[in-house]
């Protein structure tokens, strides 16, 4: 089964652009019909989808963070990464990685952001 766990800064400053790391277990990033998601939930809100990236490299993101967000991989490391920029505190929230696959899928627990001065 394959497993995640997102890393992060945990803390960042408005206007910042912050990074968070999915690390990948018991599979590969580069499997085929993978797709690597990350989703947030704000504080007294629900889940937000904000893209993914699928085995083969490609991107599609959430129309409403499209300008801000950017999400890569490192396959040699197993890894995918979110980059999101221009942050402000209505990014605060818990952020997600996940995995679908066609037998199913798998989320990471989460990482707390929080967007403060």
């Known amino acids: 089964q394959v497993q995640l766990q997102e890393s992060g800064p945990g803390l960042v400053k408005p206007s910042q652009t912050f990074s968070l790391t999915c690390t990948v277990s018991g599979g590969s990033i580069a499997t085929k019909y993978y797709y690597w998601t990350w989703i947030r939930q704000p504080p007294g809100k629900g889940l937000e989808w904000i893209g993914v990236?699928?085995?083969?490299?490609?991107?599609t993101y959430s129309p409403s963070l499209k300008s801000r967000t950017s999400i890569s991989r490192d396959t040699s490391k197993n890894q995918f990464t979110l980059q999101l920029s221009s942050v402000s505190p209505e990014d605060t929230g818990v952020y997600y990685c996940?995995?679908?696959?066609?037998?199913?899928?798998?989320w990471g627990q989460g990482t707390q952001v929080t967007v403060s001065s």
């Open positions: 990236i699928a085995y083969s490299g490609s991107t």
């Open positions: 996940g995995v679908g696959t066609p037998s199913g899928g798998s």
